[in-house]
C-alpha cells in the first residue's frame, strides 16, 4: 500500500499484488461522479502510447472497478465498510465512518493504515501498523484549500524523513480533476476511493517536490505537471516531467531526467 507517483508504478503496483482543500464540504459533494468511465493510457518519452491501460468505471457515484488488459479489481459497498476483491477473493477491507476512511487492512498480510481528520475533514495523519506495530507515520499540512506538504518518518529510524511539498495552480479542479489526480498521483492510498478521504485539494496540482534523507543519504525528486484540455475543456493529456538527483556519502550517485504522458479518456463529467 505504498504511494507511487508514476503511471507504470501505479500499474505495476496492482498487477504484482493480483497476480502474487480546507473548508467543510457538504455531504451531498462528497461522491465525485456518476455512471461513467475514463480510461488512462501512458508512455514515457516521446515514444507512441504502448497497449497498457486502466479504465476506472463509476457507478452510482462511487468507483466500482479497476480494469487492467489482464485483471480486474472490484469495489463492493456496504455500512462502514468497502471490499476490494479480485477473481472473487477480497484482497482490502476499507472500514469507515461519517463518510470517511478511517482504516485499510491489507488481508494478504499484516498491514494496515489508519487515517486521522481535523475538524474540517482535511485529512491529517496516515499511520502504517505491520503485525500491530507502529512503522510510520504520514503528516499531513494544508493551506487556501490545498494539501501543501506531506511528512513520513520512520519508528525505527529516526534519522529517515520523507517530505514532500505541492504547488498549484490558481485554476479550480473540477470533479474529474480531482479523481485523475487521485488515481494517478495518489497521496492516501491508491484503493480508498477519493470521496472516502475527506477534502481533496481544490486547485490544479502543478508540481511536487519530493525529499528523501537519511543519514548521509539524499534524494531529491522535482516533478512538473503540464495539461493539455479536448475541445470541452476537459484534461485528456498530462505530461510528467521529473528530475530525480540523489547523493550518497558526498558522492551523486543519480542525476536523472524523465518525461512520461498520460493520455486521458473520459466520460465523465
Known amino acids: 500500500m505504498k504511494n507511487s507517483l508514476k503511471f507504470g508504478l501505479y500499474v ?10 480546507c473548508k467543510k464540504k457538504p455531504k451531498d ?24 491501460s486502466v479504465t476506472a468505471s463509476y457507478q452510482d457515484g462511487q468507483i466500482k472497478s479497476l480494469n487492467y488488459s489482464s485483471a480486474i479489481i ?35 498480510s499484516q498491514l494496515e493504515e489508519r487515517m486521522s481528520y481535523d475538524g474540517n475533514r482535511n485529512l491529517i495523519k496516515i499511520e502504517t501498523y505491520f ?5 510510520d507515520t504520514k503528516t499531513l499540512t494544508y493551506a487556501n484549500g490545498n494539501l501543501i506538504t506531506l511528512t513520513q518518518t520512520f519508528t525505527d529510524s529516526p534519522n529517515a524523513k520523507r517530505v514532500t511539498n505541492y504547488t498549484y495552480s490558481s485554476e479550480i479542479a473540477s470533479k474529474v480533476d480531482v479523481e485523475n489526480r487521485h488515481l494517478l498521483f495518489q497521496i492516501a492510498d491508491l ?16 508540481g511536487s517536490h519530493y525529499n528523501n534523507t537519511s543519514g548521509d543519504f539524499r534524494s531529491d525528486i522535482t516533478t512538473d505537471y503540464t495539461y493539455s484540455k479536448n475541445s470541452a475543456g476537459v484534461i485528456n493529456k498530462i505530461i510528467e516531467n521529473t528530475h530525480t538527483v540523489t547523493v550518497s556519502n558526498g558522492i551523486k550517485t543519480q542525476d536523472e531526467q524523465l518525461k512520461q504522458t498520460i493520455l486521458v479518456n473520459t466520460n465523465c463529467n
Open 131 to 135: 503485525n500491530n506495530a507502529l512503522s
Open 191 to 206: 484503493y480508498i476511493p477519493s470521496f472516502l478521504i475527506g477534502n481533496n485539494s481544490r486547485n490544479i496540482l502543478t
Open 74 to 108: 472490484n469495489y463492493e459497498y456496504a455500512a462502514n465498510v468497502v471490499t476490494l476483491s479480485y477473481a472473487g477473493s477480497v484482497l482490502y477491507r476499507i472500514e469507515t465512518s461519517d463518510n470517511l476512511a478511517r482504516k485499510i487492512i491489507d488481508l494478504k
Open 12 to 21: 505495476a503496483t496492482a498487477l504484482s499484488i493480483l497476480i502474487g482543500g
Open 29 to 52: 459533494d462528497l461522491r465525485p461522479i456518476a455512471n461513467c468511465e475514463t480510461t488512462y493510457q501512458g508512455y514515457y518519452g516521446d515514444a507512441p502510447a504502448t497497449n497498457e
